[in-house]
């Protein structure tokens, strides 16, 4: 029996009329897909949450209820955090472009928005306080207020600089179609 979706060689049916899931200008979707350092640190992160969980186990079987519980929440903690970092970056829909930081998400409204643009400038390695000559994805407001929404040297895009390209081409295209039709 042939499994046609596991294999490269398959015809590829073309119907502009199906729309696929992503199609969805509504839903808020992140136009890249996340960087093997997020994805790493995410994966190290919930391996040490499962060490605490197996130590938690240990703990209640003990019979200390108390410090079981700690340990329970503190694996809890670490399991969200890991989550958080793999949600953080730069999500996109019809209403506009949406920052998620690991404290924080602010949404811009893409009639506030007057131009993203692609910029070299001094940025951020991986997020710590060193800084490396880059490019920049940043977010003009009509006001003039300028934001960095993404790196060539942060978590998603370090050594990759195609997809970094790619990334910034996708949202500068969303902002052309969305922010002009404000």
């Known amino acids: 029996m042939p499994l046609p979706f596991l294999t490269a060689d398959r015809d590829i049916e073309t119907d502009d009329d199906i729309a696929l899931p992503f199609d969805d200008h509504d839903q808020w979707r992140r136009p890249y897909r996340p960087g093997p350092w997020r994805v790493g640190i995410a994966a190290l992160a919930l391996l040490l949450a499962s060490?605490?969980?197996?130590?938690?186990?240990?703990i209640a079987v003990a019979g200390a209820a108390g410090g079981a519980l700690f340990t329970f929440v503190f694996a809890g903690l670490i399991i969200g955090a890991a989550l958080r970092v793999l949600r953080m970056g730069v999500w996109v829909s019809r209403a506009g472009l949406r920052h998620v930081a690991f404290f924080s998400t602010r949404t811009v409204p893409w009639g506030q928005t007057s131009a993203v643009r692609t910029t070299q400038q001094p940025v951020r390695w991986l997020?710590?306080?060193?800084?490396?000559?880059?490019?920049?994805?940043?977010?003009?407001?009509?006001?003039?207020?300028?934001?960095?929404?993404?790196?060539?040297?942060?978590?998603?895009?370090?050594?990759?600089?195609?997809?970094?390209?790619?990334?910034?081409?996708?949202?500068?295209?969303?902002?052309?179609?969305?922010?002009?039709?404000?």
């Open 51 to 58: 060490f605490v969980l197996l130590a938690a186990v240990v």
């Open 127 to 182: 997020g710590l306080p060193r800084t490396v000559q880059g490019q920049a994805l940043m977010l003009v407001r009509h006001g003039g207020e300028q934001t960095p929404l993404l790196t060539d040297h942060n978590a998603d895009f370090l050594s990759r600089v195609e997809a970094f390209d790619r990334a910034a081409d996708t949202i500068e295209a969303w902002s052309a179609e969305y922010a002009g039709a404000h």
